[in-house]
């Protein structure tokens, strides 16, 4: 989390959106996955007053939720407000509320005095709903839905993403109310593939690898839910020398992996938007997870992220 810590009861935080998961699936019949983080945010800042009333966004109430069981994890009282800023949309992928979750409860740790560890604000997540690793720092393997364990891989390579965003919406409480026991164990050994595969490429440094591990969880999940962009997502990929596809395993979005030391990043982009005119096209570093403080972001970053999504939220 880091050792910063705001004056006057006042604390920041900043947490990554995704495009989806790098892989997800099952491990020895435990949900699990490792997220794809990207150079976008959601950022909350909490105030302590001495009133006992809180202060806080009504459409945000996961985020709300988050707050009070972070209060009773500090024993703490006392009211204040709690802001919260986020461009991202529900429903396609960007773990939006994992990212809202997270910044609300660092940000409430450092206005309380109290650096907060990634597996307290995991475990305080995921009795909410589940949740993504981009609460732990770098790329991290997750028991998503129970918190039963992390596994921190390494920091994020030097990769791009461009997001292949459909719009739409998935309803992401009744997916997950869903029993897709059955499938995972049937995708069992695959999925073991798949993160095996994760795993060594980055170890390796061996960025062809990461793709191609994403690019089979993404196959592997149309028996769950499937995207009717994957196939034409695929085939793009293969053309502009991607380095593969990741997708939402519970959402809309897509996301072509990059390596701009190979691939004119932005020129694959524009490209890109010209054959799929029908989806919002826009490209960000992968990035790594945990918190941040957002004081520190660089303003013209942030307005350009933020852009991207001005026209959804």
Known sequence: MGDWIPAEHIGYAAVPATCGELVQGSLDGIPCLVSCPIDVYSVAMVRLEGAPRWHMPEERP????????????????????????????VGRGYGTSTADLGATLYALGNACGYAFTP?????????IEPSDS??????????????????????????YVVV????????????NRRDHRAILQRLANEHRQAFDMLRQSLQ???????????SLSSRLHQAILPNPWLDDAMRIARSVRALGVCRAHSGTLLGLLMDSMTTDVAAVTAYIARRLPFLAVHVHRLTGGGAVDPRNFDAAAVKKALACFASDV
């Open 164 to 175: 292949l965003d459909p719009g739409g919406e998935v309803d992401t409480i009744a997916f």
């Open 134 to 159: 981009t609460l732990f720092p770098g790329l991290t393997l997750f028991a998503h839905r129970g918190g039963e364990f992390y596994e921190t891989l390494a920091e994020a390579p030097p990769l």
């Open 62 to 89: 996961k985020s709300a939720a988050a707050l009070q069981l972070g209060l009773r994890h500090l024993g703490w009282s006392r009211g204040g407000v709690l802001h919260l800023v986020s461009p991202l949309p």
């Open 204 to 214: 390796d440094g061996d960025w062809e690898m990461i793709g191609e591990a994403a």
């Open 119 to 127: 597996p307290e604000v995991a475990c305080l997540a995921v009795s």
